[in-house]
């Protein structure tokens, strides 16, 4: 079964950096890039960046720009989004999504289930 | 950057209404456009690909249409369980995506 598995919630303080990893299953990891989107309570939806799992090419989001790293492990097909010197304001749902091929290609036809990060002190 | 713009940003319909929902670009994005519904606590889920391609297993009665800059997302009769949230997405820029800020869609 094709799915996208993502790692538990978290809860971090101001300033920290928070890791959340996203685990593919049912297909072939390489072959579909994988975007990261977040939502903040009661939110709209923010497209934060996306890696090309087979080359690791990147491209973020000029608003997280200079505080978002995304990486993957190919070894277990797994994609990892860290962003740094967290915020108040960076308390939100944290979504990886699978971006469909071919004529689905732009398209996020696969999402995790999301996880939740609360930046509190 | 592509801003995308929705309306209206609620609406209250009853079951069985045809509802038509809006989005438009800030600039011509051909017909690289999808829209998703998204149901509280859950991930958005695609319901049109490429302006007006149904996703497989969606139900016939969501279509889309539209090209350029103005979008239209339409459900022909709207059932109880249609009730949520439908954000519209640009993937002309790729790989630099964009949401619409969302249409709720609730029960009259």
């Known amino acids: 079964q094709v799915q996208l598995v993502q790692s538990g919630a978290e809860v971090k303080k101001p300033g920290a950096s928070v890791r959340v990893s996203c685990k593919a299953f049912?297909?072939?990891?390489?072959?579909?890039?994988m975007h990261w989107v977040r939502q903040a309570p009661g939110q709209g939806l923010e497209w934060m960046g996306w890696?090309?799992?087979?080359?690791?090419?990147?491209n973020y989001s000029e608003k997280l720009q200079g505080r978002v790293t995304m990486t993957r492990d190919t070894s277990i097909s797994a994609a990892y989004m860290e962003l740094s010197s967290l915020r108040s304001d960076d308390t939100a749902v944290y979504y990886c999504?699978?971006?469909?091929?071919?004529?689905?290609?732009?398209?996020?036809?696969?999402w995790g289930q999301g996880t939740v990060v609360t930046v509190s002190s | 950057d592509i801003q995308m713009t929705q309306s209206p940003s609620s609406l209250s319909a009853s079951v069985g209404d045809r509802v038509t929902l809006s989005c438009r670009a800030s600039?011509?994005?051909?017909?690289?456009l999808n829209w998703y519904q998204q149901k509280p606590g859950k991930a958005p889920k695609v319901l049109i690909y490429?302006?007006?391609s149904l996703q497989s297993g969606v139900p016939s009665r969501f279509s889309g249409s539209g090209s350029g800059t103005d979008f239209t997302l339409t459900i022909s009769s709207l059932q109880p369980e249609d009730f949520a949230t439908y954000y519209c997405?640009?993937?002309?820029?790729?790989?630099?995506?964009?949401f619409g800020p969302g249409t709720k869609v609730d029960i009259k």
């Open positions: 999504g699978r971006e469909g091929s071919g004529s689905y290609s732009g398209a996020f036809d696969i």
């Open positions: 049912g297909y072939t990891f390489t072959d579909y890039d």
């Open positions: 890696i090309n799992p087979s080359s690791g090419g990147v």
């Open positions: 600039q011509s994005i051909s017909t690289y």
């Open positions: 490429a302006a007006s």
């Open positions: 997405q640009q993937s002309y820029s790729t790989p630099f995506f964009t």
